[in-house]
């Protein structure tokens, strides 16, 4: 079987909700993210392209039908490239390259262009159809932002309570204090900070036409745990949440080019896709989710934690980043090694893109470095993780 691989990347910058994205349609982010990417394989004929494989969690409002069909239109890729969404919810775009990478080992295609979008800014209230016409009683207009809706009253209680809840629950279960995670938060924005004055984002974060933002925009300058800790809990009067240790509602989008060896795209690959893994668990436990999904990702990379140099695992809580981290410090990687660029706590988490954009990085810094090894995981709302391991190649 051919190997798959990975050659280029490329972002939005990661806007605040409300903030300097909020006009921009996420067909329109996902049309920017992938015309991006494709200049950096010079060589390419888009006309060869095999598929694209698109992950957006939401697909309520303008990301509805296949998003990712619609992104392919509006670059002004061939009508012959087709094109399919996928909904993974955090992990939809992780999915996507999970996915590209599969087709191109079983030698179907060559060349996948994988990412995902989500404009968490411009995500619509829906109403329930009633049963019948011109219902008496009032109607609900329910937001599809963030979280669970129009919920099955079949599910037990348990498992939907809010995502902030459940991470409450994680932080008794394994005794995270707020101190620690006000900590983690306040190192994830100075990490990206840094790395933006560095440079390090220069090459995967893409200029938007129009678009006055420079960086990410939720990074806050200066942050420390002494701020964090003025922060008012969100889900429990004594909790241990807030809006400072948890990830911000985000828009962007993100996109990857995928091939085999054999590729002619005019640039030499950065990484090869080496291990993939889901796992799924209690709905109400998802934050801990991507340490089993990493576990068996590695297995079957045929390494262990000690082997790994760099980890990319996005924040949407620093409860549950925690939870993970020190799972896997058990297990005998180094801690210093995950998210040395910042995460999503600072970065943003725009749903249908961090997958991508964790995966980006990852090669990123493996290219920087020089590590051979490395891991991008997530977690995912109503009890699942991901991950998949990279080979440094470059």
Known sequence: MPSAFLYASARTPFGRFGGALADHRPDDLSAAALSAVLERVPDLDPATIGDVVWGCANQAGEDNRNVGRMGVLLAGLPVSVPAVTVNRLCGSSL??????????????????????????????????KPARAFPAGDVTA???????????????????????????????????????????????????????????????????????????????????????????PSFRSDGTITAGNASPLSDGAAALVLGSEQSRLGVDPLARIAGRAAHALAPHEFGIAPVEAADRALARAGISWSDVAAVELNEAFAVQSLACVDAWERAGLDPELVNTKGGAIALGHPLGASGARVLGTLAARLAETGGRWGVAAICIGVGQGLAVVLENVS
Request: charged content about 25%.
């Open 95 to 128: 999915d996507a390259a999970m996915a590209g990478s599969r087709t191109i080992e079983s030698g179907d295609v060559d060349i996948v262009v994988v990412g995902g979008v989500e404009s968490m800014t411009r995500a619509p209230w829906v109403l329930p």
């Open 142 to 232: 329910v937001s599809t932002t963030l979280g669970w809706r129009l919920v099955n009253e079949r599910m037990p209680a348990e498992w939907t309570v809010s995502l902030g809840e459940a991470n409450e629950q994680l932080a008794d279960r394994f005794g995270i204090d707020r101190e620690r995670q006000d900590a983690f938060a306040a190192r994830s924005h100075q990490r990206a900070e840094q790395a933006w004055a560095d440079g390090f984002y220069d090459r995967l974060v893409i200029d938007l036409p129009g678009v006055d933002l420079t960086r990410d925009e939720s990074i806050r300058s200066g942050s420390t745990v002494d701020g964090l800790s003025a922060l008012r």
